[in-house]
């Protein structure tokens, strides 16, 4: 079965550091795969997504995603980050011939201090 | 363009009872689909819809039903509600066939409180 894991639940980064988060996905064919951030007490917004092709992603906000199917990892990245960043990131995979069924990654809190 | 609406934004019912949720996606877009999010299973997809049709199904109980209108506007049911269907309900629409490499659109959820 399809799966995401994102194995931090929680990081703290200072203002202006670089930032890094893991995803492990579990998916045998070629995935689709996103990245997704939430604010408190809002909905999901896309940062970015791989299909095919280059395998380093560039997203809204500053962010970037690698794609290593090597090592089944898709890290979202971001070389220096602001206070407004502080939110809940997700990992996704989808999965199926057709439609929006994803497979979230139980999600990593980013914590950014002054 | 007006984002993805969901209706109502805060609900409080008691056991046994049942409830509709409702979500308006952007217009234009065709495919809408349900999420359950809890803080104990996290991001759970319920269903999704693509011109009236269901198309994919989670791994929910036959309590949890939705359905999709000629407008694209879509709802969701929850009959005879458990503690356990306490959670944030979001909805998400997509532009064009609803594929999987298409940008999904979040609203910013029902938040369900079971008591």
């Known amino acids: 079965a399809q799966s995401v894991t994102q194995p931090d639940i929680h990081i703290t980064v200072s203002e202006g550091a670089s930032l890094e988060l893991r995803c492990n996905y579990s998916y045998g064919a070629t995935p689709y795969l996103f990245w997704y951030v939430q604010s408190p007490g809002q909905g999901l917004q896309l940062l970015l997504k791989y299909f095919s092709g280059d395998t380093l992603v560039q997203g809204i906000k500053g962010f970037e995603a690698e794609f290593k199917r090597s090592q089944s990892s898709f890290n979202l990245r971001k070389p220096s980050v602001h206070w407004s960043d502080a939110a809940e990131y997700f990992c996704a995979v989808a999965t199926g011939p057709y439609g929006n069924k994803l497979v979230f990654g139980a999600g990593t809190i980013l914590r950014v201090k002054s | 363009k007006a984002g993805v609406t969901q209706t109502p934004r805060y609900l409080i019912k008691t056991r046994g009872q049942q409830v509709t949720l409702s979500c308006s996606p952007i217009s234009g877009h065709r495919s809408v689909s349900w999420y359950q999010q809890t803080p104990g299973q996290g991001l759970q997809f319920l269903f999704e819809?693509?011109?009236?049709?269901?198309?994919n199904k989670g791994n929910f109980p036959g309590r949890f039903s939705g359905r999709q209108f000629s407008n694209s506007r879509s709802e969701m049911n929850v009959s005879t509600l458990e503690l356990g269907d306490s959670a944030l309900y979001l909805c998400?629409?997509?532009?064009?066939?609803?594929?999987?490499?298409?940008?999904?659109?979040f609203g910013s959820g029902t938040q369900l409180s079971v008591l």
């Open positions: 819809y693509f011109s009236e049709t269901q198309r």
């Open positions: 998400a629409s997509s532009p064009l066939w609803g594929g999987a490499n298409e940008k999904l659109f």
